[in-house]
Structures are given as C-alpha cells and as structure tokens.
C-alpha cells in the first residue's frame, strides 16, 4: 500500500519497535507542543496562543514538563496572564456559593457535593491545553490504524508480529473497535489482539523475573538476556510512558 502523508507517523511508530506504539505517538506529539509553545519560534507571545493557554491552563504533568523544559522566560509569559484570568474566575466562583445547612443523608455522601467552588477546581485540575490537542487527535490516529490494519498487509504483518500496546492503549483499541469495526471484523482483530498481548506480557514477565534473577550470586555470570532495561519497560507495558527518559529540553 503506498504510503499517504498521514501515515507517516503510525507507520514510524511501529518501525521503532517499541514497547506500544501509541506511546511513541504521544511522546511525539507531546514534544511537538513544548517546541510549539515555549520554543524558539515564542508562540507564547502570540495573542491566540495564550488566549487557548489562559482558558485551558496545563495539567500538573505538564506543568512539570514545561518546566524541564527550560524556558524561564516562556512560562513566565503563560503563567502572568493565566493567572490573571484563573484569579478572575476563581473570584467570581467563590462570590457564587455561600455555604448553608447541609443535611446528615448529603453529610456521607461522597460524591453529591453541590458546592460549585470545588467543581470549578476539579475542572481545572483536569484542564490542560496539552492534553486537549493530543485527545482531539488521538481518534485520527486510531481511524489510521484500523484503516491501515484493514487495507496494509505489511502494517497488518508488523502490528501481528510486533511487541503490542501498553495496558491503557490495549483497552483504547478494545473500545475503539466496536465502532471501526464490522460486526465480521471484530471477532478475529479481538482473537489477534489479546494473543498479542498476552504474548508480549508473557514476555515482559519473564525480562523482569530474569533482573531478578541476575541479583543471585549463582547468576552473576550469566547473560543479561533482554532484561537489563526491563523495570522501565515492565513499568511502560503496565501504565503507558516512558519512566526511564530523562526530561525533554529546549533546544538552545
């Protein structure tokens, strides 16, 4: 199948050989983004870029990121008038609720508050402008991916033959197939799926008994195997991510 522009990036996913190639996107995308918003070209400057980073603010994840990042000035920039807009709203929240009788039935109800200030917080705690542009454009890459599963033999060769997702895209893929694919279709992409996946964590659990194992004096002079990274590809395979990565720097 000849290769379309939009293709490009899931096909260099799986090319990698990773342990799940959705993370390789993400990872991908997300740097993108810090490049965009705190790198040389200053789109932090920029009126309607700071407008959507105002509205949206930044998850504690990439707070911390953008702080890696190493641009002192940049976030300085988006903090000063993100600030500016979160003390006006959080004003006009607090403004907006006065605490009354509650009664004992609401008293132990865990999840019923009312209260409109702690709803506004947990909103913005799950804000994030980063976060947003990658879930508008995580259903285009999983449309690619059924497409390309479908219509490539190579891609469908490689994703059959492959190392598999981590745990959060496997139940990505499980949830994305009912509407992908044909009621004809699912049955035997499901069967592949989940032998693929329990191939590959077969595999991952042996890697991490064998780091085990190489700590035993009796071991010490045996083969390393496959195992010497595999804490962080043990930990990717579980929870997505790449724990082990050092963090991503502005290209000065």
């Avoid at 976030?75 to 509650?102: A, V």
């Avoid at 033959?161 to 949830?175: A, M, Y």
Wanted: aromatic share 14%; charged share 30%.
């Amino acid at each position: 199948m000849k290769e379309q522009l939009y293709m490009i990036p899931l096909n260099d996913a799986v090319n990698a050989n990773d342990e799940c190639p959705f993370c390789y996107i993400e990872r991908q995308i997300e740097q993108d983004l810090l490049d965009f918003v705190l790198g040389s070209g200053s789109s932090y400057m920029e009126s309607d870029i700071r407008e959507q980073t105002d509205k949206y603010g930044f998850c504690r994840t990439h707070f911390k990121k953008m702080f890696d990042y190493g641009n002192t000035l940049g976030n300085g920039w988006i903090l000063k008038t993100h600030y500016k807009r979160m003390m006006s709203e959080f004003e006009k929240q607090i403004k907006s609720y006065t605490p009354g009788r509650i009664s004992l039935k609401d008293k132990f109800r865990k999840d019923a508050s009312s209260n409109p200030v702690s709803s506004f917080i947990r909103e913005k705690e799950t804000s994030c402008y980063v976060c947003n542009y990658y879930n508008e454009h995580y259903d285009r890459y999983l449309d690619t991916f059924f497409f390309m599963y479908k219509k490539d033999e190579d891609f469908r060769h490689r994703i059959q033959n492959g190392k598999g997702f981590c745990l959060p895209h496997f139940g990505d893929l499980c949830t994305a197939m009912e509407s992908k694919l044909s009621d004809s279709e699912r049955p035997a992409f499901y069967t592949m799926l989940c032998e693929l996946m329990q191939r590959n964590l077969e595999r991952l659990s042996e890697d991490v008994s064998w780091l085990v194992e190489k700590f035993d004096y009796r071991n010490k002079d045996a083969d390393w195997k496959n195992s010497k990274d595999a804490i962080q590809r043990g930990m990717q395979k579980l929870k997505g991510g790449y724990p082990a990565e050092p963090p991503y720097k502005m290209n000065k």
